[in-house]
């Protein structure tokens, strides 16, 4: 199986808040990130959190690390139009320091 | 500050072709790394270097693949000779301080072999 599991799409509504779900199979994950992709673009580098962190926010970013269940979620409030793109999240672990990536959740925002 | 960019941003070859992507990456920046999303799989590492030496080069796929990056500034991607299995969009990222730090990604080069 994949290493870093997402599911590939999400719809929400403008204004309702999105969370973007996320497994991991290895639990000397250090560091863990979500990289926003927009239609065109290449990867931008959203957030980030440590292994040793349960939570991190950031404006309308939040960002849950349940090391227990190796599943990392970012849940965006008010999403926006602007919000749609594809969400990659990735992990780096102990052992290689190469960031390991899922394949995406395409975010559709519709009014 | 100019972002990292690769050319071309798309490519149709035929099989036993022969294809090279390049990759400029942000100036200032020693590590290059090259990704590959195959169309709805996950982005797979293919390898990395830094400056002009390949730090790590294990998830390339075969030795059709060859990658170079001369001078330690711009790298090149070459595949030869390309297989219907090598269609893609190939990633080139940089970072100035290593693989934890933030990868900046260009837009990539979509590959499509018939």
């Known amino acids: 199986g994949e290493d870093v599991e997402q599911s590939l799409f999400l719809s929400v509504r403008e204004g309702d808040s999105s969370v973007i779900n996320c497994t991991y199979t290895?639990?000397?994950?250090?560091?863990l990130y979500w990289y926003k992709q927009e239609p065109g673009a290449g990867l931008q580098l959203l957030t980030y959190?440590?292994?040793?962190?349960d939570m991190k926010q950031d404006q309308r970013l939040t960002v849950l690390l349940n090391k227990k269940d190796k599943h990392l979620s970012l849940r965006i409030a008010d999403t926006q139009t602007g919000d749609s793109a594809i969400y990659f999240c990735?992990?780096?672990?102990?052992?290689?320091?190469?960031?390991?990536f899922g394949r995406g959740t395409s975010l559709i925002v519709h009014p | 500050e100019a972002g990292v960019t690769q050319f071309p941003s798309h490519s149709v070859i035929e099989k036993g072709q022969t294809v090279t992507l390049r990759c400029d990456p942000i100036?200032?920046?020693?590590?290059l790394y090259w990704y590959r999303r195959v169309m709805g799989k996950e982005i797979k590492f293919l390898l990395h270097f830094v400056k002009e030496s390949k730090q790590d080069e294990s998830g390339m796929p075969n030795n059709r693949f060859l990658a170079e990056r001369t001078g330690g500034t711009y790298s090149t991607l070459k595949v030869q000779p390309a297989e219907l299995e090598d269609s893609g969009v190939y990633f080139c990222a940089s970072s100035r301080q290593g693989p934890t730090g933030e990868l900046f990604f260009g837009e990539g080069s979509r590959l499509t072999v018939l």
């Open positions: 959190i440590f292994s040793n962190m």
């Open positions: 990735a992990e780096i672990t102990g052992g290689s320091y190469i960031p390991t």
């Open positions: 290895d639990s000397s994950s250090t560091y």
């Open positions: 100036s200032g920046h020693d590590n």
